[in-house]
């Protein structure tokens, strides 16, 4: 009987844990600036602000985001888990959006130090850098929930 209830508790606990570590175990890191209030947001929603079909924070602040280089396998994995398509397929949307005259796509810069760099700057930006990448004291994780 004992081994029922405690099997329950156990995989709660480590669903718990694979939910809040899971955007680091798809292949990256979503950073925003520490001074930035927001600590969480839906997946949806993280696409929509790298899409810029949302383009405020929620305090009414512009957002900026900030993506890798197109042929980073960092961003091959944020476009798969964030967007479900591959970074091709991202590139394809904003060729549209720039022949429409809707939209500029995110800032592109080249590696996650770099990436870092610019959240740490900017308090708006949203960027995202591979997983384990160490972190300054000016930057946070912003969890990914489904």
């Known amino acids: 009987?004992?081994?029922?209830?405690?099997?329950?508790?156990?995989?709660?606990?480590?669903?718990?844990?694979?939910?809040?570590?899971?955007?680091?175990?798809?292949?990256?890191?979503?950073?925003?600036?520490?001074?930035?209030?927001?600590?969480?947001?839906?997946?949806?929603?993280?696409?929509?602000?790298?899409?810029?079909g949302v383009t405020e924070w929620p305090n009414g602040k512009r957002v900026i985001p900030v993506d890798l280089g197109h042929a980073s396998t960092v961003r091959e994995s944020f476009s798969l888990a964030i967007h479900g398509r591959k970074?091709?397929?991202?590139?394809?949307?904003?060729?549209?959006?720039?022949?429409?005259g809707s939209a500029v796509p995110a800032i592109e810069l080249e590696s996650d130090e770099a990436v870092l760099a610019f959240v740490r700057a900017q308090p708006r930006a949203v960027g995202y850098v591979s997983p384990g990448t160490p972190l300054p004291a000016e930057v946070k994780v912003l969890q990914i929930s489904d």
């Open 87 to 100: 970074t091709i397929a991202v590139k394809s949307y904003w060729q549209r959006m720039i022949f429409l």
């Open 1 to 52: 009987m004992r081994v029922v209830r405690v099997v329950p508790v156990l995989l709660g606990v480590a669903l718990q844990v694979a939910a809040i570590g899971a955007a680091q175990d798809e292949g990256f890191t979503v950073v925003v600036n520490a001074a930035n209030p927001v600590t969480s947001l839906p997946r949806a929603q993280v696409s929509r602000l790298f899409l810029k």
